[in-house]
């Protein structure tokens, strides 16, 4: 509407707001084609920006992956993971699968969040994947060069064989 009644920064205004409340992906679009050459380059890292700090890391992490920013997408993960929220198993396994190839540890991450939060809310439903996700992270280990302050994939496994020993139906698909 605001289109045809010729209303252009108002228009402007309305998906630029739409964009900060939801990180809708088609109103940043619609909203950089508004503007001139040069300024949508400057639009859209400030948008970038806007998306690695959005209170809802799951929806941070899905913008910067679908946009596609896979590098944000993995600075995000980095900065943040401690947020990281493991029951969110559909957003973080695209994620993962799309971060593995130039980003493992961004990956890994993700992939240990899954796995503690059905270790440790006892979802045994969520077995099989959890021990898929941890094969991952084996595989991953030989491509990370560096964890930072992050525990090494040994460590990680030492920490819930300590935390989760008894969780036998677990471990038994992955010593499998």
């Known amino acids: 509407c605001l289109e045809t009644l010729g209303l252009r920064d108002d228009l402007k205004y309305h998906l630029w707001d739409t964009f900060e409340q939801t990180l809708s ?3 940043l ?3 950089l084609k508004l503007l001139p050459d040069f300024d949508d380059i400057e639009a859209e890292d400030k ?3 806007l998306a690695e700090a959005y209170p809802s890391l799951g929806g941070a992490i899905n913008f910067l992956i679908e946009w596609p920013a896979q590098d ?3 600075k995000t993960v980095l900065s943040r993971a401690a947020d990281l929220n493991g029951d969110s198993y559909h957003t ?3 994620a993962a699968d799309a971060l593995e190839a130039d980003h493992p540890l961004a990956a890994t991450l993700m992939r240990r969040a899954m796995v503690q939060d059905t270790l440790d809310g006892g979802k045994s439903k ?3 994947y959890a021990a898929r996700h941890l094969a991952e992270c084996q595989s991953a280990d030989a491509a990370i060069e560096d964890y930072g302050d992050f525990p090494t994939h040994v460590a990680f ?3 819930l064989r300590d935390k989760h020993g008894r969780k036998y139906g677990f471990w038994s698909l992955v010593d499998e």
């Open 126 to 128: 969520r077995y099989r």
């Open 72 to 74: 944000r997408a993995a």
């Open 47 to 49: 948008a970038l920006d």
């Open 25 to 27: 992906a088609a109103s």
């Open 92 to 94: 973080l396994t695209k």
């Open 29 to 31: 679009r619609k909203y």
């Open 157 to 159: 496994v030492k920490s």
